[in-house]
């Protein structure tokens, strides 16, 4: 599971994301939305009469994961990526596949 925290005055909007694919998202530790994407989605509420967007899109160029905008009334208050680098995983799965090939003969 992924979360990405921000923080706006003294507002603490959480995303987490599943693997399975399910985001939720909290305001203060208060689920304000729920919804269900695998390749992203848009969640729009209200907290202490300002309209909130949390906008999700899935990321497969230089980094895999998630990344996150936060928007406060229309206006972009801060945007986070979360995930692996490409790099990262291919020099993970070259590891695996010559250990698996050395265990097995």
Known sequence: MTTI???????????YNSIAGKETITVNGKTVSEKHSFFGTRHEFT???????????MQCWQTIGVKVQLRKNGKLIEEKTEGQ???ALLVGTLILVLLLQFLVG
């Open 85 to 87: 680098s490409m790099l």
């Open 47 to 57: 907290f202490e009469d300002d309209t909130y967007e949390v906008i999700t899109a």
């Open 5 to 15: 925290d921000f923080a706006v005055d003294d507002t603490h909007v959480t995303l």
